[in-house]
């Protein structure tokens, strides 16, 4: 890989030994995927950050880099293990909170704003169109590249801090051109609508693409969609197939930049989306906790389930997941204390699949596919997909 003088100085250590170890992690990178060189990175998502991922081996590798690591751009973090500041309500063991601030606490040293979200396009992490950034989650990187049309690849935890360290990341994947053409043509003839609807869509569309062999999806027929639909869609196809980009015609920033697809296709009816949403609802359900926020909610869906809740009284634990600064406005706005007053939970910096709750609910209701598929596969919940509506009524019955 060819490197500029800036960066063989910081490969021969003239920066310090975490950018050093950022730039050698980078360059092995860059060669297993061919990359010709670097390029310049706008902002960081560094995911893996629970300390139920990171475990006491991600701990002394972040304290290491700590040492004399500092950040070049702006950095923030994907959801921590449990909200910083209502851990205790939310029912978090005191020692994993003690191990989780230890986690903040050195990404912090470096720099990094301790903001902990998926959706860091809505809280001013966000890339314009056709910037080069390094973001981990994987519902962000969709969301990024397709909705946005900045370029990402989807990066591991270590790798996005090297990029945080150093400002670069190799070229190649989605920060290529060559990379970005729709593969697949999907022709979808049925109305789609609300965040478990586009959620569903993605889980059809994911799982085909996994049968096809194919990552990037090129979608016709959808005339509109929210950034609350999007951000929806794209956790699910990001969950269900892997996809990192997709086009969406008339939607997204670069469906017309690319021919169509033409040589794959298939099609998507309203009894497919009946008979996928179907795959998301458990037989023998007992739902005793409601999650809205997967991704993580925006003040709209605070709005919506605050004046849904207004004068009512939850019968069930209900979160709602969300930014620390979504929150704030939340807070301002009076929709915490509607909120509050029903008896539902903020959880901020957090969400329902990477704070350690495993077995601690029987069933859950969401209106997202992707906490569905985490849901039962790693907290081993049974699950309800539905709207937001119902999920707000579920949790008052
Ligand atoms: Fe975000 Fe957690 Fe869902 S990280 S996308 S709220 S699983």
């Not at 069933?363 to 999920?391: H, L, T, W």
Request: charged residues 25%; contains cysteine; proline residues 4%.
């Amino acid at each position: 890989m060819k490197l500029t003088l800036e960066e063989q100085d910081m490969l021969d250590g003239k920066y310090g030994n975490a950018t050093q170890k950022s730039v050698e992690i980078l360059i092995t990178l860059g060669d297993i995927f061919d990359a010709d060189g670097m390029v310049d990175v706008h902002g960081v998502q560094i995911a893996g950050v629970s300390y139920a991922n990171l475990g006491e081996a991600g701990l002394e590798f972040l304290s290491e880099m700590a040492e004399d690591g500092k950040v070049r751009v702006l950095t923030t973090l994907n959801p921590a293990g449990m909200d910083r500041e209502n851990w205790q309500a939310l029912g978090i063991d005191e020692e994993f909170a003690k191990n989780q601030n230890r986690a903040i606490d050195a990404f912090a040293k470096m720099g990094i704003i301790t903001t902990c979200s998926c959706t860091p396009y809505l809280i001013g992490n966000s890339p314009h169109y056709g910037q080069h950034i390094a973001w981990a989650e994987s519902s962000a990187v969709c969301y990024a590249n397709s909705v946005i049309g900045a370029r990402t690849n989807r990066e591991g935890g270590p790798s996005a801090l090297a990029s945080a360290i150093t400002g670069k990341t190799p070229k190649y994947g989605y920060h290529l051109d060559e990379n970005r053409h729709g593969e697949v043509l999907v022709k979808v003839n049925a109305a789609v609508n609300g965040t478990d609807e586009f959620g569903v869509l993605g889980k059809i569309i994911g799982d085909k693409l996994v049968e096809l062999g194919k990552k990037i999806p090129y979608i016709e027929g959808i005339p509109e969609a929210t950034i609350e639909e999007l951000k929806s869609f794209c956790a699910s196809v990001a969950t269900y197939g892997g996809t990192a980009l997709f086009h969406m015609e008339g939607i997204t920033p670069e469906y017309n930049k690319y021919p169509k697809p033409v040589d794959i296709s298939f099609e998507i009816s309203q009894s497919d989306l009946n008979k996928t949403r179907s795959e998301l609802i458990d037989d023998d359900l007992e739902i005793d906790f409601v999650s809205i926020g997967c991704p993580h909610a925006s003040i709209y869906e605070i709005e919506r389930i605050a004046s849904l809740l207004k004068g009512k009284k939850v019968k069930k634990e209900f979160w709602i997941t969300t930014a620390r600064p979504t929150k704030r406005i939340a807070d301002e706005a009076g929709y915490s204390k509607i909120i509050e007053e029903a008896g539902a939970k903020f959880a901020a910096d957090t969400c329902c699949v990477v704070a350690p709750i495993k077995g601690r609910f029987k069933g859950i209701m969401v209106d997202s596919a992707k906490a569905c598929y985490y849901g039962r596969a790693k907290n081993q919940f049974k699950v309800k997909i539905g709207p937001i509506k119902e999920c707000v009524e579920e949790a008052i019955k």
